[in-house]
Structures are given as structure tokens and as C-alpha cells.
């Protein structure tokens, strides 16, 4: 055991993040999303909330500092209807979490897909909502 670390990160979590280097990028997929046929680094954190994973995240990941983007959204599907409340819990969290986020930027749905295949790894989550998924961008402890 070890202090002052959410014991919703896994061990293996834990070892993801400190492996990635600045630039490197990390998805948490909701419970739809296709994490396994995205990337082969996939960490299971089924039967937890992407919002409670974020703010774990955010204690121990710093933002990329220099990049616009260091937050990404997949925006919804045109024409969708679906209600995305979760989105404002995350940029509260977002903005608690780490100085160095702006504001979340939306990219479709298959440019998410891209991503996630560069991606370092993928958290898939046991998250219900729709449209929760996250890519974050890892800055530099300074």
C-alpha cells in the first residue's frame, strides 16, 4: 500500500502513467467504447465512472502545457439527440484538476477513433453515459 494515491488507479494504471512521456496521449472509453479494437494497451477499470477515474487521473497526470488540445472530446453524432450533462462534470473536475486546462476540444466521432489507435493506452470503464469519452494529452511535471 502506499499513500496519498486514489485506490481507484490500478497498479497497472499506475505504471501506464508513469511510463508515458510528454505528448503522449491517454483515453478513458466509456462502456461502449471499442478500447480493445482501438489500441492494444487496454487497462480495465470496468464497474467504475469515467468522473471518479478523471479525477484520480488529474492528482497524478499533468496537461500538456503547449498544446491546444491537451483535453478532447468526441463531440456527438449531427443530428443526435442524446443529452451529454456528463460533459459539464467533467470540466469541473478539468478545472480543479489541473491549471493547465482551458477547455475541452471537440473532435468528431472517427477522429477520436484515429486518435485513440496512437494513443499510449486506453482506460475502458464500466461509464453508462453516452458521448463520455476523454483523451487527455500528458504534459511535464514542472
Known amino acids: ?82 443529452g451529454t450533462p456528463i460533459w459539464a462534470e467533467y470540466e469541473k473536475i478539468a478545472k480543479q484538476g489541473d491549471p493547465a486546462f482551458k477547455a475541452f476540444t471537440f473532435i468528431d466521432r472517427y477522429a477520436f477513433y484515429e486518435r485513440s489507435k496512437h494513443a499510449y493506452a486506453i482506460v475502458a470503464t464500466g461509464e453508462k453515459a453516452l458521448y463520455a469519452n476523454v483523451l487527455l494529452k500528458k504534459g511535464v511535471v514542472v
Do not use: C, W
Open 1 to 82: 500500500m502506499l499513500k496519498n494515491i486514489p485506490s481507484i488507479l490500478s497498479p497497472e494504471l499506475l505504471k501506464v502513467l508513469m511510463e508515458m512521456g510528454h505528448g503522449d496521449e491517454l483515453v478513458i472509453g466509456d462502456g461502449n467504447y471499442p478500447a480493445a479494437s482501438m489500441n492494444d494497451r487496454v487497462i480495465r477499470l470496468d464497474g467504475h465512472d469515467v468522473p471518479s477515474i478523471l479525477k484520480a487521473i488529474l492528482q497524478l497526470f499533468p496537461l500538456d502545457t503547449y498544446a491546444a488540445d491537451n483535453a478532447v472530446l468526441m463531440e456527438k453524432v449531427p443530428g443526435d439527440t442524446v
